[in-house]
């Protein structure tokens, strides 16, 4: 009898022109062919089978610890270890990072705020303090701008908007999504750079109208809006680097599938102990109605 193969390029091959691609003896072949696998091996390949899927899922973001943390969700006992060394011999990698350059204009002779924040990013409950930010999204057509705000609670995106030009309409519009979402009591932190369009008259009102205390990094320090920064960095490599986006339009639908669909609700934070920001604060609200 012979056996045919077909390759990822869907040519079949015979098995003396396999074995000879291949570089084995046909005898040698054979043999192999008649071996069954081993327990450990056929367990080995259901892993790695797990593995590929995960890391596909998460889009080849995922590295042995997300991949560890996520099999143990779902049931499957294997330590990092393991997972380590099969994920380097099937050449999977996480995408890397690049470079994050600051584009804040804190040039601005509007008005400032205080650092309220003090770069005190963990919050005790949902809607305790926020965090603010804009950033670019290079596009064929040009860039798009990016605003968003995250609850420092869950590192969960509450607000964001998109637009074409850099404008304080663009911050206003995020700011106002994370509030009817969200319906934050007064009292909240609302922390940005400063930028002019945070220093904007019709902001800084937006904030006072609701009772939001208004905080602002000190001139030219990136490291007191960490978290934001941490965000566009993660969205950048993520999502950004790797697409070419021909147009705005591509840009703001693939951006909001990103957010609302696989940052919030799925993927996994390491500082949320490897929960998704959704399922971080269920767990707040499940702790808050049994005490």
């Not at 050449?91 to 584009?103: N, Q, S």
């Not at 996994?268 to 920001?277: A, N, Q, V, W």
Request: glycine share 6%; with cysteine.
């Amino acid at each position: 009898m012979k056996y045919r193969f077909i390759l990822d390029n869907s040519k079949v091959f015979h098995v003396k022109t396999m074995c000879r691609v291949l570089k084995v003896s046909r005898s040698r072949y054979y043999s192999w062919l008649k071996k069954p696998l081993s327990q450990r091996q056929i367990q080995e390949e259901i892993i790695k089978e797990r593995i590929i899927y995960i890391y596909n899922e998460s889009r080849r973001t995922y590295g042995s610890p997300r991949i560890h943390r996520q099999m143990a969700k779902d049931g499957i006992h294997c330590s990092k270890k393991r997972i380590e060394r099969i994920m380097r011999k099937a050449g999977l990698k996480a995408v890397g990072r690049r470079r994050f350059k600051i584009t804040t204009d804190s040039g601005s002779n509007m008005s400032v705020a205080n650092n309220v924040l003090g770069r005190n990013f963990i919050a005790g409950c949902p809607d305790e303090k926020w965090a603010a930010d804009i950033t670019y999204i290079h596009t064929y057509e040009g860039y798009l701008y990016l605003a968003a705000v995250m609850d420092l609670y869950s590192k969960k995106i509450v607000g964001y908007s998109m637009k074409q030009r850099l404008t304080q309409e663009l911050v206003i519009e995020a700011m106002n999504m994370a509030i009817h979402t969200r319906r934050p009591m007064p009292g909240l932190i609302v922390h940005t750079d400063r930028g002019s369009q945070y220093g904007s008259f019709a902001y800084r009102q937006l904030l006072e109208k609701e009772g939001y205390i208004c905080s602002m990094s000190r001139k030219g320090n990136c490291w007191d809006n960490s978290p934001m920064e941490s965000f566009f960095k993660t969205l950048k490599a993520e999502l950004v680097y790797h697409r070419g986006f021909k147009t705005r339009a591509q840009a703001r639908i693939e951006i909001f599938e990103y957010i609302e669909v696989f940052y919030n609700r799925t993927r996994l934070h390491s500082t949320l102990d490897y929960k998704s920001p959704e399922e971080f604060e269920r767990t707040y609200k499940n702790l808050i109605k049994v005490t």
